[in-house]
């Protein structure tokens, strides 16, 4: 894809790793999203609506003007945009509906700031300042890391992860 402009190149990465994430989830068998490697670690479930939330805190935050992530702690913004509990799916293809259409709404937020919004800086959790645009490249590396967990939960059910799938030329 041609991209115009520095944002929508970051959108696109994020849409891929996105996509990533969605590939990998779906490798796994619908009765083991609660699957967990160790107590006390992640469900897949759990690694999902996480990275939803984040990214609807990450989006939420980028697009206000106003916005600055000293402002509360990180549970703080989890419960002011995160996925209320009760709206949470229980089920593999729920978890792929929500990663999709957070990913949409998202990523309409941070286009509707546009790029010299994103350049505009934001304060960081440690206080340090960055653009907004170098914040989404943090999300991006965020969703690419949580990915390689879920393939590594992948291998840990039996399955081939997604990406392996495709560098092999079966995906």
């Given at each position: 894809?041609?991209?115009t ?9 994020w849409a891929?790793a ?7 989830l ?9 699957f967990?490697p ?26 206000d003007p106003?916005?600055d ?7 703080g ?8 509990k009760k709206?949470?799916?229980g089920?593999k293809?729920?978890?792929?509906r929500l ?18 919004g ?9 206080g340090?300042l960055w ?6 490249q943090?999300g ?7 990915r ?10 039996g ?12 995906g």
């Amino acid at each position: 894809m041609s991209t115009t402009s520095l944002l929508e190149e970051a959108l696109d990465a994020w849409a891929d790793a996105r996509r990533g994430v969605i590939a990998e989830l779906r490798c796994v068998p619908a009765g083991q999203i609660d699957f967990r490697p160790a107590e006390g670690a992640q469900s897949v479930a759990g690694i999902a609506q996480h990275i939803v939330d984040t990214a609807l805190m990450w989006c939420g935050e980028l697009s206000d003007p106003a916005g600055d992530f000293t402002r509360k702690s990180f549970p703080g913004f989890i419960r002011e945009y995160g996925t209320p509990k009760k709206e949470r799916p229980g089920d593999k293809a729920g978890l792929v509906r929500l990663l999709r259409s957070t990913h949409t709404q998202g990523a309409r937020q941070l286009r509707d700031t546009g790029e010299v919004g994103m350049l505009q800086t934001i304060r960081r959790f440690d206080g340090e300042l960055w653009t907004r645009l170098a914040w989404l490249q943090h999300g991006i590396a965020h969703e690419e890391y949580h990915r390689g967990q879920l393939a590594l939960y992948v291998r840990l059910l039996g399955k081939t992860p997604a990406l392996t799938k495709l560098i092999e030329g079966g995906g």
